[in-house]
Structure formats: structure tokens, C-alpha cells
């Protein structure tokens, strides 16, 4: 079983910046793609951005020139650099593992969540 736990939400003021991070247990934390979601209240949890063991990098529109997802595969760690942060930023956001190194499909593996608010 793997456990992802995330790290750095918190409140910050609109314009500021949060860095996220998740460590995985487990071995073989290179050979998977990783990806960070969020969900909003009365939304659906969506994709903010992934990245492959090759650095492939997919990230959502919205958060595009402000967010960078980076890993530290001797650290078994994901990171996700927030800028800029707005109002519509305010979630909870969770790390996840996938099946393979391939971002396509839902993730097998979910951390338990942190809260990132943005409010003045």
C-alpha cells in the first residue's frame, strides 16, 4: 500500500504564494506519474497538473504561468509551486499516484488533502 501525505496548505492573501509538497512510501516512486488535484466546494475535484518520470507536464488552463510542478524522485517527493494565487485557487488539494507513468486515467493511489485558502 502506498500513503502519499501532503504538506504547505494554508491561508494566504490573494498575489501570494504556497508550496506544496507530498511524500510517498514505498520504492519504485520513479516508474509512476504523480499529479496534484483540488476540489472546491460545490465542485468537482479536477486535475491541476502532472508530470511523468520523464518530465512530461500537463497542467490545467487556469493555473498555467502560475503553478510548476516539480519531483524529487530521491526524495520520493511532488512538489507544486503555487504563484500568483487567486480567490478561485481556494480548495482542497490532493497528490496522486497513477497506475504507470502514463497521466491519462484516474490515479490508483490519493493522499489525504490539504487546504489551501485564499482570502484577503
Known amino acids: 500500500q502506498v500513503q502519499l501525505v501532503e504538506s504547505g496548505g494554508g491561508l494566504v492573501q490573494p498575489g501570494g504564494s504556497l508550496r506544496l509538497s507530498c511524500a510517498a512510501s514505498?520504492?519504485?516512486?520513479?516508474?509512476?506519474?504523480m499529479g496534484w488535484y483540488r476540489q472546491a466546494p460545490g465542485k468537482q475535484r479536477e486535475l491541476v497538473a502532472s508530470?511523468?518520470?520523464?518530465?512530461?507536464?500537463n497542467y490545467v488552463d487556469s493555473v498555467k504561468g502560475r503553478f510548476t510542478i516539480s519531483r524529487d524522485n530521491a526524495k520520493n517527493t511532488v512538489y507544486l509551486q503555487m504563484n500568483s494565487l487567486k480567490l478561485e485557487d481556494t480548495a482542497v488539494y490532493y497528490c496522486?499516484?497513477?497506475?504507470?507513468?502514463?497521466?491519462?486515467?484516474?490515479?490508483?493511489?490519493w493522499g489525504q488533502g490539504t487546504q489551501v485558502t485564499v482570502s484577503s
Open positions: 496522486a499516484r497513477y497506475w504507470t507513468d502514463y497521466a491519462g486515467r484516474s490515479p490508483r493511489y
Open positions: 514505498g520504492s519504485s516512486f520513479s516508474m509512476y506519474a
Open positions: 508530470i511523468t518520470s520523464g518530465g512530461r507536464i
